[in-house]
């Protein structure tokens, strides 16, 4: 990994999810990997904050800024101070409604990739035989739940045997995961038509997993599970057998980042405006015990 001597300031959102939390671990790590020096501006998810840190870093005459941003509007002015300082910004997982011409690039994930990602899994490994599959949905109206759902629908196009019987938001927590998954099965004759399980996230696919074994039935073998984010507990459930399946979210977006900034910064290599990180699929064949103690402690 090469490494090149600059400051980098990183203003993060906040600390509201264990995903979020694992995103900050791992830029610190791959930020230190390389030799930056990090300044980091923990947001508290207000924007105000974020537009404070900015302004601090570029007084501070930072060599490029990482911002996370909590929403999507209101950046203009703060984005023309860092260009007319020759800063460049990149974005970190989320886009904003602004200009392009006002950042260096951005680096995030392909929602819809990612459930087709998972759609296509699911095709796979079914094959011929007739699937009526239960969806639980991500909160409704989010961005992550319409394109994931989107996405699966892609994934599953060609498959004629594969049908979603039933979907419902589970609103990405477990215990809305299971107290759904629980309807689900008392309507779909206790469990027994149902093939295979799609949630657009772990934690609700590990809480209808419990649903599934106080059902009676084997989650990862008579009903499928396959679900999006790799977090550590859905490889615990991989490992017993009880999941089947996940997409990662990778929270490494910093490792594209600082890559792209270097080329910047050291070659004048302008990059992508958009930088597309990877949706990985994990499956039973993967270490699942491996995996788990590799992101236990990344802050999830």
Not at 76 to 98: C, G, H, W
Request: with cysteine.
């Amino acid at each position: 990994m090469p490494a090149f001597a600059t400051t980098i300031g990183f203003s993060q959102i906040g600390s509201e999810s264990g995903w979020r939390a694992a995103e900050t671990t791992i830029t610190q790590q791959q930020a230190k990997a390389r030799g930056i020096t990090l300044k980091f501006a923990d947001a508290q998810q207000k924007q105000e904050n974020q537009i404070k840190a900015l302004r601090s870093f570029i007084a501070q005459g930072v060599d490029a800024i990482l911002l996370a941003p909590v929403v999507a509007t209101g950046w203009d002015s703060v984005l023309k101070e860092a260009k007319e300082a020759n800063i460049p910004v990149v974005l970190l997982d989320r886009t904003i409604d602004a200009s392009d011409d006002l950042y260096l690039t951005a680096v995030t994930s392909d929602l819809v990739h990612e459930g087709r990602v998972a759609g296509k899994w699911l095709t796979g490994a079914v094959g011929g035989k007739e699937c009526k599959i239960v969806e639980l949905q991500g909160t409704t109206g989010s961005s992550p739940a319409n394109d994931r759902k989107k996405g699966f629908e892609e994934g599953i196009s060609g498959a004629a045997n594969l049908s979603i019987a039933r979907s419902q938001t589970g609103d990405f927590t477990r215990t809305k995961g299971k107290e759904v998954m629980e309807s689900f099965l008392k309507a779909e004759n206790g469990g027994k038509d149902i093939c295979a399980l799609y949630a657009h996230n772990d934690d609700m696919a590990v809480g209808a997993i419990q649903a599934i074994k106080e059902a009676g039935l084997k989650p990862g073998t008579d009903i499928l599970v396959v679900s999006i984010d790799a977090v550590p507990d859905i490889f615990t459930a991989m490992a017993a057998g009880e999941a089947n399946a996940t997409v990662e979210l990778t929270p490494n977006m910093a490792g594209p980042a600082f890559e792209a900034i270097d080329a910047y910064l050291n070659k004048g290599t302008k990059p992508a405006k958009w930088i597309q990180t990877e949706s990985r699929l994990y499956t039973q064949s993967d270490d699942a015990a491996a995996i788990y103690n590799e992101k236990k402690d990344l802050g999830y």
